[in-house]
């Protein structure tokens, strides 16, 4: 027992029995205690007001109820109270019934003695604190510290029933983090393990006694919020909390900047039940997170977006179900050295075809949502290792061998396993890395440099190519490039479709191919469509160029052929 004094109500009608407990508490209890007393079960309520007393004595028989009654009543009235019963008769039958009621322990005046009374007063109490102890268990997140997805759950279900019993608002907010998964893989799970303390301690910080924050496991947090459920405070509640949040965080030495996103679904607006509420705060907090960048971090829930979303989760199965059915081909573009004109390179895309072979869906359309649902991963994985087969193929059939361009979305380029996958892809078909190019945007080297850096690095030492694709310069200047240790750079084919009438464009793509020479990369147009694009690319010293002027995306199979026949007769694929 700590240090506090113990707090003992004694609820009992004989003022005889009173001085007997008072004086054997007084001989044997060592630490500080004060004995409260009521002579009656009314006169106990005032006592029990949260944290006034520790434990109660209960005398079954007063004068207001008697038997076990006395035990059900002063149960209901206290239920967070230890109780031990002090009966007159000794009866085992009643003993067993008052523990299962709830009672501590069961004592028998006559046999009191100031020892048994307090070693059962200190059992009670410690009984309790380990019962405590397990709830708090069960019911919170051992990291954290804050309820568990149960806990919330319940108290959510009682807000929503005083909600509408009251006909009061009510919000429910889902909040995640942004790029957690990316330090988790890299910094290890101590580090992922502090910064949701850290996060969780932070969110507790902004919000009131009233809201419930829970942690639903990962990086996912869930808040109730109780009074003032408007749009405007609740608003402003998921902005203090964004804002709590964009403060870096410190761990070790290393300082971690993470965002969050929120979605808000009101009740009884956007729901009349728990489980509609949650399912309408994510979908809201999957807006934001796709609105991010775009201005708010945090979305409220709306009709439109459950009918966009139920779009997407339809696209998204519908996609699992066509790459599991074998509906994704690659098909390959001809990449050509502008000055000789020869077919150097091919770029591997994925193309969704349905039985007829007509495109079900472009890629602009299927890749974002691929990404968003994870399955590029897998689908990437399989363009890997089909294009690295194909190339593997040429190699060793083709009279040239022909290097293989595959793209990465941001999401595989920021796999933890990227390297592992291609190692294992040119292994398995023995292609050597130089005739394997990977592409990947701008933004896949944007956000955390440091670990860009590194994937690099790694591929770079597989002996692979690297690209960088679609530049425009909107995340990473010129200057940045020299950073970043890559072979080449695509220029975005809106550079390419403007230059010949519009010098500003004829310009920045002269910059963006001297600067790549500088740096001893490559500069590739992309979308080359006119003889013109290519004489003014050509002047302009650029190396490569891919473009429907020299082809198409054509199959395996169609593209082996022009290449065979432009062999023969090198100006066809010119
Ligand atoms: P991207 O990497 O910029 O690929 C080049 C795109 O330009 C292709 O579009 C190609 O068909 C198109 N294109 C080529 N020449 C011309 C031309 O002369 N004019 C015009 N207007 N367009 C031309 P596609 O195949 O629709 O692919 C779109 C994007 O989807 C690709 O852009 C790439 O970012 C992505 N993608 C395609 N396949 C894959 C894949 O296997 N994995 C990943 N992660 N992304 C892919
Ligand atoms: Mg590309």
């Known amino acids: 027992m700590n240090n506090k004094k113990l707090n003992i109500l004694l609820v009992e009608d004989s003022w005889g029995d009173y001085r007997l407990v008072s004086d054997m508490l007084n001989e044997c209890m060592q630490e500080g205690f004060e004995l409260l007393h009521a002579d009656q079960l009314a006169a106990a309520i005032p006592f029990l007001e949260p944290g006034e007393v520790d434990v109660i004595l209960l ?20 239920p967070d109270i230890p109780i031990v019963v002090l009966s007159q008769i000794e009866d085992e039958s009643l003993a067993v019934r008052a523990v299962r009621i709830g009672a501590q322990d069961f004592l028998v005046k006559s ?20 019962e405590e102890h397990l709830y708090r268990l069960a019911h919170h997140d051992v990291l954290t510290g804050l309820p568990n997805r149960k806990l919330f759950y319940d108290r959510f279900g009682r807000a929503l029933a005083q909600a509408r ?26 580090v992922g393990d502090e910064l949701l303390k850290q996060v969780a ?3 507790s910080s902004v919000l009131r006694a009233t809201d419930c924050v829970a942690r639903l496991g990962g990086d996912e947090f869930i808040v109730c919020t109780g009074e003032l459920a408007d749009i405007q405070s609740t608003a402003h509640v998921a902005q203090k909390m964004l804002d709590v949040l964009d403060v870096p965080l410190v761990i070790g030495s290393t300082t971690f900047n993470v965002s969050a996103s929120v979605g808000i679904a ?10 509609v509420l949650v399912r309408n705060a994510d979908a809201a907090m999957y807006q934001a997170k796709r609105q991010d ?19 997407r989760r339809e696209l998204h199965e519908l996609l699992r179900k066509a790459f599991d059915e074998g509906c994704f081909v690659v098909n390959y573009q001809p990449q050509v050295d502008l000055h000789s004109g020869r077919t150097i390179g091919v770029e591997a895309l994925l193309r969704w075809h349905d039985d007829s072979g007509a495109a079900v869906m472009g890629p602009d359309q299927f890749i974002p949502a691929m990404e968003e649902s994870g399955l590029i991963l897998e689908v990437g994985e399989w363009v890997l290792q089909t294009a690295c087969q194909q190339a593997a193929k040429w190699m060793r059939e083709a009279e040239r061998p022909l290097k293989v361009a595959v793209n990465l979305s941001v999401r595989q380029f920021r796999d933890p396993h990227l390297a592992a996958r291609v190692s294992r892809a040119l292994e398995t078909f023995g292609l050597p890395g130089k005739w394997l190019e990977l592409e990947f945007t701008e933004e896949a080297l944007q956000d955390d440099e440091q670990l860009a850096q590194e994937t690099l690095q790694q591929l770079n030492r597989l002996g692979v190519r690297l690209a960088l694709d679609n530049y425009l ?17 695509k220029l975005d084919r809106t550079i390419i479709r403007g230059m010949t009438e519009s010098p500003e464009d004829a ?13 001893k990369m490559k500069g590739v147009a992309e979308g080359v469509e006119t003889r013109d694009q290519a004489d003014l690319l050509r002047q302009q010293a650029c190396d490569d160029a891919q473009g429907y002027m020299f082809a198409k995306p054509l199959s395996a199979a169609a593209l082996t052929e022009l290449l065979r026949v432009g062999e023969e007769a090198p100006h066809k694929i010119q």
């Open 266 to 275: 009101l009740y009884p607006e956007d729901g009349e039940n728990m489980e």
């Open 59 to 78: 005398d079954l028989e007063l004068p207001d109820v008697g038997g076990l009654d006395t035990l059900v009543k002063m149960h209901a009235l206290a």
């Open 165 to 190: 019993r009251y006909q009061k608002p009510l919000a429910l907010m889902l909040l995640d983090l942004n790029g957690f998964k990316g330090i988790n893989d890299n910094f290890g799970h101590h």
């Open 293 to 311: 960048g775009a201005g708010s971090r945090f979305s409220f829930y709306s009709r439109q977006l459950d009918a966009a979303n139920q779009q």
């Open 473 to 489: 310069g909107r995340f990473l200047s010129l200057r940045d490039l020299k950073r970043f240790p890559i072979h080449s750079i």
């Open 111 to 130: 046999h009191i003695s100031g020892p048994l009374l307090t070693r059962s007063l200190r059992y009670a109490l410690e009984r309790r604190r380990l």
């Open 507 to 519: 310009a920045i793509a002269q910059a963006v191919i001297s600067v790549a020479h500088v740096f």
């Open 201 to 203: 301690e932070r969110l």
